[in-house]
Structures are given as structure tokens and as C-alpha cells.
């Protein structure tokens, strides 16, 4: 697509509820990453996806947090019996292999809300 | 482990006039990319203008342009002939060149007055 695609773009759960979180990132961009921004606060990154290597995996904060990549396309990101805590804008972004040296592009995010 | 600090939270400006937003970071590399982004209402982040650090000459783009000082590991944005558009939070953020994660800032939200 001509940018990176983010569903939904707002999402109103209850604690204890499951959610998936998903990123269609732009075509031909091998490189995919997740971040979590709570409120007034920068970027805290999750995971990162290269290609069909293992995912660097060392930013997510706890076993209640999982995503996945099929091939070079789609992600999920999926917070298992979500906390008040969870609640942040979950950015997408994607760049060329190795071409995050010229930054990536994101996506407009998913506000999560957890009540 | 680097570190990127935004001392601003809050800067205001005068339509037409030039506002600078600053930037320190920490590191003991010597080879890194610096970036500037704009987040806007929409959420998205956008690119603003980067910077690789082995370059002496300060990146430039239309209205943007940064002061790099690498010895002061500092890494500000000037915004000349500031428009209404130009309202939204900025974050800076580091790159190192063996590492893909961005490190951010805390942000500075821009506040344009007509």
C-alpha cells in the first residue's frame, strides 16, 4: 500500500479481555517494528521483524505480549488479559532493510483503552 | 545505554518567526543517526530531517534545519517562518548504527500562535 495501515484505530476493552492489534505495513519494506507510546511520554519499542529472521523480541514487557509477522507483510500485535497499565497508542512502522538509517514510515496508531 | 533528552515540554512562537526546540543525547559511539519527527493530531509520525553524526555539515530541509554539535552531544531543530501546520509534538531520537531500535525523547509540544 502507499503507506503503513494500522486497525483498528481505536480500541475500548475491558480488563482481563484479549486484543489484536494489526499493522499492514508498505509493500516491499522487509523491516517492521512496534512501538508503545503511553501519554505525554516518547516511543517504547516492542519488537522488531526482518525478513524471515527470528524477531528481536527484547522490548516487549511481558509474557502477556506477543506479535506476529506472516513472511514480509501483515503483523499482529496481541496483548493477552490486558491491565489498566496497557492502555498507550500502539504505533507500526516499517523501512527498507537497513533502511532505517533514513527513518521509518509510521503508521497513525491504535489507541487502546482499557477500562 | 544512550539516552536522548528533551528539556522542553511545552515551546510557543509567533507565526512567521523562528523557534529552536533542543535536544542532548549520551553516548560513547562515534558513528550514529540523529532524527527529528513530528507528530501531529493524526498521530502519525512524521520525518522531519535526520542527521548522520560523521557529517560536520548540518542537515537542512526547506524551513527546517538542525544545529549539530557533536562534541556537546547536543542536536536542536530550528523551524524558520513558522506556520500553523507546524503545530505538533517533536521528538527527537538516536539511532545507533549497529543497533535498529530509535531511542526518543520525551517530546516538545509546539504551540504556533496566529
Known amino acids: 500500500g502507499a503507506g503503513v495501515s494500522q486497525s483498528p484505530s481505536n480500541k475500548v476493552t475491558e480488563k482481563g479481555k484479549d486484543v489484536e492489534l494489526r499493522c499492514d505495513p508498505i509493500s516491499g519494506h522487509t523491516a517492521l517494528y512496534w512501538y508503545r507510546q503511553r501519554l505525554g511520554q516518547g516511543l517504547e519499542f516492542l519488537i522488531y521483524?526482518?525478513?524471515?529472521?527470528?524477531?528481536?523480541k527484547s522490548g516487549l514487557p511481558s509474557d502477556r505480549f506477543s506479535a506476529e509477522r506472516t513472511g514480509e507483510s501483515v503483523s499482529t500485535l496481541t496483548i493477552q488479559r490486558t491491565q489498566q497499565e496497557d492502555s498507550a497508542v500502539y504505533l507500526c512502522a516499517s523501512s527498507l532493510a537497513h533502511g532505517g538509517n533514513y527513518g521509518y514510515t509510521f503508521g497513525s496508531g491504535t489507541r487502546l483503552t482499557v477500562v | 545505554a544512550q539516552t536522548v533528552t528533551q528539556s522542553q515540554p511545552e515551546m510557543s512562537v509567533q507565526e512567521a518567526e523562528t523557534v529552536t526546540l533542543s535536544c542532548t543525547y549520551d553516548?560513547?559511539?562515534?558513528?550514529?543517526?540523529l532524527f527529528w519527527y513530528k507528530q501531529p493530531p493524526s498521530r502519525q509520525m512524521i520525518l522531519v530531517i535526520r542527521q548522520e553524526a560523521y557529517k560536520q555539515q548540518n542537515a537542512t530541509e526547506n524551513r527546517f534545519s538542525v544545529n549539530f554539535q557533536k562534541a556537546a552531544k547536543s542536536f536542536s531543530l530550528k523551524i524558520s517562518d513558522s506556520q500553523l501546520g507546524d503545530a505538533a509534538m517533536y521528538f527527537c531520537a538516536y539511532r545507533s548504527t549497529s543497533n535498529y531500535q530509535l531511542i526518543w525523547g520525551a517530546g516538545t509540544k509546539l504551540i504556533i500562535k496566529p
Open positions: 521483524f526482518q525478513g524471515n529472521s527470528a524477531p528481536d
Open positions: 553516548t560513547s559511539e562515534s558513528d550514529y543517526y
